[in-house]
């Protein structure tokens, strides 16, 4: 699975953005696809993650109530819809996939955004 993420930007605390991942290559039936992140200095972060074929959802606890990880079939795109973005959301975001019994093993070149105080 090619993956190719975009939407950053620079946005104020308080405001929303939404995430976009494009995937392509092999069918995403078998596929978990998932959010990470990179602050600066900090390890990468599991962010959310959506099971291509069933829906389930996960959410890392310090995003669980402002974000939001869907998809859509069609485009075979995933996104993230982030709301009320505080200054350390501020990272480099990751799209990847694995398989069900997999590791993260498929991930995209990331997108960047800054969030302002």
């Known amino acids: 699975v090619q993956l190719q993420a975009s939407g950053g930007g620079l946005v104020q605390a308080g405001g929303s953005l939404r995430l976009s991942c494009q995937a392509s290559?092999?069918?995403?039936?078998?596929?978990?696809m998932g959010w990470f992140r990179q602050a600066p200095g900090e390890e990468r972060e599991f962010v959310a993650s959506?099971?291509?074929?069933?829906?389930?959802?996960e959410y890392a606890d310090s995003v669980k109530d402002r974000f939001a990880i869907s998809r859509d079939i069609r485009a075979k795109t995933l996104y993230l819809q982030m709301n009320n973005l505080q200054p350390e959301d501020t990272a480099i975001y990751y799209c990847?996939?694995?398989?069900?019994?997999?590791?993260?093993?498929?991930w995209g070149q990331g997108t960047q955004f800054t969030v302002s105080s």
């Open positions: 290559g092999r069918a995403l039936g078998p596929y978990i």
């Open positions: 990847a996939s694995k398989t069900y019994r997999g590791t993260w093993d498929s």
């Open positions: 959506f099971t291509w074929s069933r829906g389930d959802v």
